[in-house]
T-cell receptor
């Protein structure tokens, strides 16, 4: 079962621009996590935001969480060609905390 | 360096054959997971294990089997009962605390020929 849905499915921008990806989910969560996947590779954990947090920063990444709307956004500032990848949100669902449920992903292309 | 290793990177299988994908971690993580990823799609959970000698079915366990005889190892067998096995398989591990993320292997691409 897919808990998260990312929007947009694909995004193309120029280097230096900001990239924003959104994630919506269905049930109450303990935390929400964002991962990056380069083509043909495994996923890399980027950032985790807990349900009682509203915003979190890590380098050029900014994540927000709105539990009332069951949504999160990932902002990558001053994007680089190396940011080209797929980005997935994953939710740790309350009362079902022994596994993460991943969304469908946003494919980001950053042109030099 | 600590990490999680999947092998082989590419695997070809004839229809009707079973095949086993390897996943080994030296992170001392308690939990391990197997996900399947189809082109352009998200990850779907096949099986997971929180402790040695115990594992649970995920959303798409039919046609797959696993074992967890050692903390470090969580092999996945794709059986002939799996009707559409061609996919990218990802193994992950984590500590037993939901406030930490998963560490993923680099994946095995299985193709049925």
């Amino acid at each position: 079962s897919q808990q998260g849905e990312e929007d947009p499915q694909a995004l193309s921008i120029q280097e230096g621009e900001n990239a924003t990806m959104n994630c919506s989910y269905k049930t109450s969560i303990n935390n929400l996590q964002w991962y990056r996947q380069n083509s043909g590779r495994g996923l890399v954990h980027l950032i985790l935001i807990r349900s009682n947090e509203r915003e979190k920063h890590s380098g050029r990444l900014r994540v927000t969480l709105d539990t009332s709307k069951k949504s999160s956004s990932l902002l990558i500032t001053a994007s680089r060609a190396a940011d080209t990848a797929s980005y997935f949100c994953a939710t740790d669902v309350i009362y079902n905390t022994d596994k993460l449920i991943f969304g469908t992903g946003t494919r980001l292309q950053v042109f030099p | 360096d600590g990490g999680i290793t999947q092998s082989p990177k590419y695997l070809f299988r004839k229809e009707g054959q079973n095949v086993t994908l390897s996943c080994e971690q030296n992170l001392n993580h308690d939990a391990m997971y197997w996900y399947r990823q189809d082109p352009g799609q998200g990850l779907r959970l096949i099986y997971y294990s929180q402790i040695v000698n115990d594992f649970q079915k995920g959303d798409i366990a039919e046609g797959y089997s696993v074992s967890r005889e050692k903390k470090e190892s969580f092999p996945l067998t794709v059986t002939s009962a799996q009707k559409n096995p061609t996919a990218f398989y990802l193994c992950a591990s984590s500590i037993w605390d939901s406030n930490y993320g998963y560490t993923f292997g680099s994946g095995t691409r299985l193709t049925v020929v």
